[in-house]
């Protein structure tokens, strides 16, 4: 297939949102976290440093080749590979049924790649949240190897007013349209799994669960109701896609439900992040209006808003509200689940965060692996330290918060051990 510019796959886009754009002011292009015009500091710009010199040497290199250099300098594990077939981002024209588009994640990484185009990567800087880059193979200018997308905001401009990541499940036509009036939904943590993945393939071991992907339809009414299309887990798929142009023949339902969970947890952590950026900015200035000296510790809205994120944090971490599992559970092809394990916490009783369940969830303590993340150790001090805190608190409860009734005791006092052990700089508030 014919390789196309990015800069001809984006045009369209941009020029049709050029004019709300322009009226549409985006407060985290604001201080204190003037997104567009800060310098990241991530693990992309500093492959950019590092490559600058190969830059054009890269960019020559067989697509596949690129693919792998770029998953194996940011530490994305190839096993997580996922296919989805919608037409959903900005390389559309060269996305459908028979040319999925390939993604790719880790805890601080994530690498879309669609055959015939470049190469898109999310990755997390310690002020700004989720970048986003482009690598095209047929930037003809002298630029950087990954250069910094905007155009990516159109889509990754979430309701929060903080870019972010998204996951979702639309109805497709057979050439991969989303279907005309059928709209579509960012999967969140309570999403059914029957309604999710529409426009991606899903394989694993055939079972009880059926869901939106691996079918396409011709009108909207087709997929709704208890009657509406959808499909088992596939065991591969063969007859669908020339799996030969991707690095695996397979889109694992392990792998898809880990990434539906940590784009919710990381799009939270984001939020938290620059909201609290901003509010300990607005707080040397309303300290001095309340008269406060200043070594005093945030109050008033400065403290609202720190605590609003720290619950929100706690509920994402949590996995409340997690969409329960069909009987039986659900099974991958165990390629994904080995190499996810592979990077486990173990305490000294041999239990880590990342130990699955698949029976009736996901996780078997569940709270998010992500907690370990850069992008969570990254988060201002203050709310840091408040999260953890409260968390602390509320698994040790007899009579848990909310956010905590859906854990029993024995789980919550699992993972309040796990953490103890494994976590690096817990606060002072952190009970033992």
Not at 11 to 21: N, V
Not at 359 to 365: D, E, H, I, N
Not at 375 to 383: A, C, I
Request: hydrophobic residues 40%.
């Amino acid at each position: 297939m014919r390789s196309v510019p990015f800069r001809a796959l984006c045009l369209a886009a941009i020029l049709s949102a050029a004019p709300a754009r322009a009226q549409d002011h985006d407060d985290f292009e604001d201080p204190p976290i003037s997104y567009s015009a800060t310098k990241p500091d991530d693990a992309v710009t500093q492959l950019n440093a590092a490559f600058a010199a190969q830059a054009e040497e890269i960019r020559g290199w067989p697509a596949r080749r690129r693919v792998r250099w770029v998953l194996d300098r940011l530490e994305v594990p190839v096993e997580s590979q996922l296919l989805v077939f919608s037409k959903t981002s900005l390389q559309r024209s060269l996305i459908g049924p028979d040319n999925p588009r390939a993604l790719f994640f880790s805890d601080e990484a994530y690498v879309g790649w669609v055959p015939g185009g470049g190469i898109e990567i999310t990755v997390f800087d310690p002020k700004l949240g989720a970048t986003f880059y482009l690598l095209d193979a047929k930037e003809s200018l002298p630029k950087p190897l990954f250069v910094r997308s905007q155009e990516c905001l159109l889509c990754h401009k979430r309701h929060e007013r903080t870019p972010g990541l998204r996951t979702r499940s639309v109805y497709p036509a057979k050439d991969g349209e989303p279907l005309s009036g059928s709209g579509s939904a960012n999967i969140e943590p309570a999403t059914p799994l029957g309604e999710r993945w529409g426009g991606w393939y899903v394989t694993g071991t055939p079972g009880a669960l059926r869901h939106r992907g691996n079918v396409t339809g011709a009108r909207a009414e087709e997929f709704e109701g208890e009657q509406g299309l959808s499909s088992p887990l596939l065991p591969d798929l063969k007859g669908l896609v020339e799996t030969r142009r991707y690095p695996l023949g397979t889109s694992d339902v392990i792998a898809l439900i880990i990434h539906d969970h940590q784009v919710h947890v990381h799009n939270v952590i984001s939020t938290a992040n620059q909201q609290a950026r901003v509010a300990l900015h607005r707080w040397p200035a309303m300290r001095a209006v309340l008269g406060l000296p200043k070594d005093a510790a945030p109050a008033g809205s400065c403290l609202a808003q720190l605590s609003s994120q720290a619950e929100r944090l706690i509920e994402a971490l949590l996995c409340r509200d997690e969409a329960p599992f069909p009987e039986g559970g659900i099974k991958g092809d165990g390629v994904f689940e080995a190499i996810y394990a592979k990077s486990r916490k173990a305490d000294s009783k041999g239990r880590s965060l990342r130990d699955l369940d698949l029976t009736g969830r996901l996780f078997k303590y569940r709270c998010s692996p992500l907690i370990y993340s850069k992008s969570f150790g990254w988060l201002p001090k203050e709310v840091r330290d408040l999260t953890l805190v409260r968390l602390s608190a509320g698994l040790r409860a007899a009579n848990p918060p909310p956010a905590f009734a859906h854990l029993p005791a024995d789980e919550r006092k699992s993972i309040h051990e796990i953490l103890s052990e494994t976590l690096p700089d817990l606060p002072t508030g952190w009970g033992r």
